[in-house]
């Protein structure tokens, strides 16, 4: 994990690596710890799920929570989360930095100079939690992103190989799979429930010290961070550090509610900031990954910033508060609903919005389609508007992963493909409605490129993602024909898939 010693230093915690205006346009696509008088070890011990009471306020010096019951009850699932990387080709210099184009190049290795060779393939560790006693588990999706196999290991020591049902990069969420029954699962809580000052500990395998716990308290809700337009974070001052990524966030009630994902640092290691993705949102990516192998998201075409106090005074507002619209998309669903530059969107289905940085993911919450109400201040007065918000498309769309849970042919194409938007069809002048955005297995070996347009699988038309799935399972032998348009010019190009 990189770490930035100037500028925001946001870092995902990876074991092995250390590693305001927000444009929706955009694609807009835990409870407080008990107090009792009574003695907090022995509240603690109670039937589970355990509540773990607290010190009264008029005795809060003469007690500490005691998390020692909730880690018995909920700890066993917490598992740690090995991966081994991709392998980086690497060429080996010639004498004195000579390139490995160089002419000379041949002369030194006939006498004995190493040829290009493979690294190693990198390793690291992270955290996750089970969700189901079937074997569904949440982790982090950069924790697994670059994995070319993933070890799940329990406390008991039983380890299993776990396949990547699907991540998310927009909320750092991941899926995992392991093949077993009646495991020990988290119970999950309300993130919205959450207080600043509130108790909180954190479960997971800090630079691979496996399951490690630590504590702190909620120290913000709410935060928007950079590059993060979906997850509101949770704030923390639990000590969390390369390798808890993944991990989950416990409330005194032993709940679930968050994922930990992000630290502050300037060193790498834990400097009193952490963030948790809130376990509402990753509840949302898990669903859409296992039922439908994608997440979608909705957008209503707009730009926003943060109202400021100077804002809100010019605009007569009582005092800073919502999202401050400062474009809106030509023809978009933001447009077509009425909504102006210098609207100030205050409420979406009745959720206030305090920041700016709240509407991105409450509008990609949404249906694609559905009827979104929005309380707009405009011109000293409350407007109510309806707005439609459309799916937001993404850059690609995984059509194979080779650690998908089903083991079907299209789990084998290794394709990265998107819509084709009507401006790049009248560019190239194609009929095809499918391009390519990268490759990678198969697809690649076979000469895929980039860039390259999809018109049809084994002779038959595909116009979407879902058809290109269908047209690669109905293939009846080990090779896919691909017909794709390149430089003006149809080739067929046969993709190996056994």
Not at 28 to 35: K, R
Not at 360 to 365: D, E, F, M, R, T
Request: aromatic share 4%; with cysteine; charged share 20%.
């Amino acid at each position: 994990m990189l770490v930035r010693q100037n500028r925001a230093p946001f870092n995902r915690a990876r074991a092995t690596v250390v590693s305001a205006a927000t444009l929706l346009g955009i694609a807009l696509a835990g409870c407080n710890g008990s107090f009792a008088d009574n003695n907090p070890t022995q509240a603690a011990a109670s039937s589970p799920p355990p509540a773990i009471a607290t010190a009264s306020p008029r005795n809060v010096a003469a007690a500490l929570p005691d998390f020692a019951s909730l880690v018995d009850h909920y700890g066993p699932a917490v598992v740690n989360v090995a991966v081994v990387g991709k392998q980086q080709p690497v060429s080996n210099e010639g004498p004195g930095g000579m390139s490995p184009n160089d002419p000379f190049q041949d002369f030194f290795r006939r006498f004995g100079q190493p040829m290009p060779r493979n690294q190693q393939p990198a390793r690291g560790e992270g955290s996750g939690f089970i969700v189901s006693a079937d074997g569904y588990i949440l982790t982090n999706a950069h924790v697994v992103a670059d994995a070319d196999e993933v070890t799940v290991k329990t406390t008991d020591r039983r380890e299993y190989t776990a396949k990547v049902v699907g991540f998310d990069e927009a909320t750092d969420v991941a899926v995992l799979k392991i093949d077993a029954k009646n495991l020990p699962t988290v119970k999950i809580g309300d993130p919205a429930k959450l207080r600043p000052g509130e108790w909180v500990i954190a479960i997971g395998s800090p630079f691979g010290f496996e399951n490690s716990v630590t504590a702190g308290i909620v120290s913000a809700t709410s935060r928007s961070m950079p590059g993060s337009n979906y997850a509101p974070f949770i704030q923390t001052d639990v000590a969390v550090n390369p390798g808890n990524s993944g991990g989950p966030l416990f409330n005194m009630q032993g709940e679930v509610v968050g994922i930990n994902s992000q630290i502050y640092s300037r060193s790498g290691g834990y400097m009193g900031l952490s963030f948790a993705i809130p376990i509402d949102v990753a509840s949302n990516v898990q669903q859409q990954l296992v039922s439908n192998g994608k997440v979608t998201r909705s957008r209503i075409g707009v730009s926003i910033q943060d109202v400021n106090a100077q804002l809100a005074e010019s605009f007569g507002l009582d005092r800073p508060k919502g999202a401050l619209v400062g474009m809106v998309e030509e023809n978009g669903p933001g447009a077509k609903a009425g909504i102006k530059a210098g609207d100030v969107i205050l409420k979406v289905d009745g959720t206030d919005i305090e920041q700016s940085s709240q509407l991105p993911g409450l509008i990609a919450s949404k249906k694609p389609g559905s009827t979104v109400n929005l309380d707009v201040w405009r011109e000293g007065g409350i407007k109510h508007i309806s707005a439609k918000p459309v799916e937001i498309v993404d850059k690609g769309t995984k059509v194979a992963n080779r650690d998908a849970v089903e083991s079907d042919e299209t789990a084998k194409l290794g394709l990265v493909v998107r819509p084709l938007q009507k401006q790049e069809k009248a560019q190239v002048d194609t009929q095809g409605e499918l391009v390519v955005e990268d490759s990678d297995g198969p697809a690649a070996a076979a000469g895929v490129q980039r860039g390259d347009i999809i018109l049809g699988v084994n002779g038959r038309p595909v116009k979407s993602v879902d058809e290109l799935k269908v047209a690669a399972r109905k293939t009846k032998g080990k090779i896919v024909a691909l017909l794709i348009e390149r430089d003006s010019a149809q080739i067929f190009v046969p993709v190996r898939i056994g």
